[in-house]
């Protein structure tokens, strides 16, 4: 079964809107989640690595301000795109880091900004 | 290095044939890679992972195979079947599973001919 879940799985909303992505941990006390992004036909991006009880930690070209990560709890990491435009569309996927074994993702968040 | 490509290849092959499906990563560094399969609309699915220390390794109906002089990794899965049909990326990253983000490949669609 899922080990890893995401909500919601598919969300329209208007131009300059925030929106809060959740990911869940559903079997293990997950220290590090990783966010990635996905265009349409394309590979998965990462975007930052949430790090539990401390800041997140952002790849060159992703802006923390918009994009703000929390990891308040050792099971749920959050995404929230602030002031989310057209551009911003995409598909937004989660994962957890268990030391030396294989990442397991959630199973994605489409985001469609009108 | 960069990963995210506008096309992604297709690999089209009989039902009952093997499939190979092949990758090549640019960071010499890295010393962890690992195949996805991606159905429509959902997360990566974990298939088989490889350490560096190694240069093959055999799951069920799955095989990898790392070249680390040549920087390239391919999955070879035996006996195609229609749920098969997927995208199938490799990522890699430095010091393990969850000790890192992962940098994915392109991507290659794989389809299945009845």
């Known amino acids: 079964g899922a080990v890893v879940s995401q909500h919601p799985s598919w969300v329209i909303c208007k131009s300059g809107t925030s929106v809060k992505i959740e990911c869940r941990s559903l079997?293990?006390?997950?220290?590090?989640m990783f966010w990635y992004r996905q265009f349409p036909k394309q590979s998965l991006m990462l975007m930052a690595t949430?790090?539990?009880?401390?800041?997140?930690?952002?790849e060159q070209g992703v802006e923390k301000d918009k994009f703000l990560i929390n990891h308040a709890s050792l099971t749920l990491s959050t995404l929230t795109v602030t002031s989310a435009h057209p551009e911003d569309s995409s598909f937004y996927i989660c994962?957890?880091?268990?030391?030396?074994?294989?990442?397991?993702f959630g199973d994605g968040t489409r985001l469609s900004i009108l | 290095g960069e990963s995210v490509g506008l096309h992604l290849p297709t690999l089209s092959v009989q039902e009952g044939d093997n499939s190979i499906i092949n990758c090549a990563y640019s960071?010499?560094?890295?010393?962890?890679f690992i195949w996805y399969k991606q159905e429509s609309g959902k997360g990566p699915q974990f298939i088989i992972d490889?350490?560096?220390?190694?240069d093959k390794r055999q799951g069920q109906r799955v095989t990898v195979l790392l070249n680390k002089t040549v920087k390239h990794l391919s999955l070879q899965i035996a006996a195609t079947q229609p749920g098969d049909s997927a995208v199938y990326f490799c990522?890699?990253?430095?010091?393990?599973?969850?000790?890192?983000?992962?940098?994915f490949g392109k991507g290659t669609h794989l389809i299945i001919q009845p």
């Open positions: 490889i350490r560096s220390n190694m």
């Open positions: 949430s790090n539990e009880g401390s800041k997140a930690t952002y």
């Open positions: 990522a890699e990253n430095m010091g393990g599973g969850g000790a890192d983000g992962l940098t």
């Open positions: 960071n010499s560094a890295s010393d962890y």
């Open positions: 994962s957890e880091g268990r030391g030396n074994q294989p990442q397991h």
């Open positions: 079997d293990f006390q997950a220290t590090t």
